[in-house]
């Protein structure tokens, strides 16, 4: 069992950036490969960014490439997501997600467990 809790969404212009975090209770963090993810109104909940195990590996999704960094610190059992250059698009509850195992996954439906989400949005 994992427990995610995300924070440090808010309201930011468009063109700045905010850091968004994940804090990780139970089962040993660096078991995980993390996972951000984002849903906006009306819309599916969509890939951002995941990062594998001791975080070596990354991936993104193409609309946050160049723009989005994902890091961990499993001494701080602790996942973020640094955006820069942020869009109006960009506005959404962003979850975090942990699954089991080594390969970095790009689909909801590989992640087990979840965050309750964080709200972003980004003013014109």
């Known amino acids: 069992q994992v427990q995610l809790v995300e924070s440090g969404g808010g309201l930011v212009q468009a063109g700045g950036s905010l850091t968004v975090s994940c804090a990780a209770s139970g089962r040993p963090f660096s078991a995980y490969v993390m996972g951000w993810f984002r849903q906006a109104p009306g819309r599916e909940r969509e890939f951002v960014a995941a990062?594998?195990?001791?975080?070596?590996?990354?991936d993104y999704a193409d609309s946050v490439k160049g723009r989005f960094t994902i890091s961990r610190d499993n001494t701080k059992n602790t996942v973020y997501l640094l955006m820069n250059s942020l869009k109006p698009e960009d506005t959404a509850v962003y979850y975090c997600?942990?699954?089991?195992?080594?390969?970095?996954?790009?689909?909801?439906?590989?992640?087990?467990?979840w965050g309750q989400g964080t709200q972003v949005t980004v003013s014109s």
């Open positions: 990062i594998s195990r001791n975080g070596g590996s990354t």
């Open positions: 997600a942990a699954r089991a195992g080594a390969a970095i996954a790009t689909q909801t439906a590989s992640y087990y467990y």
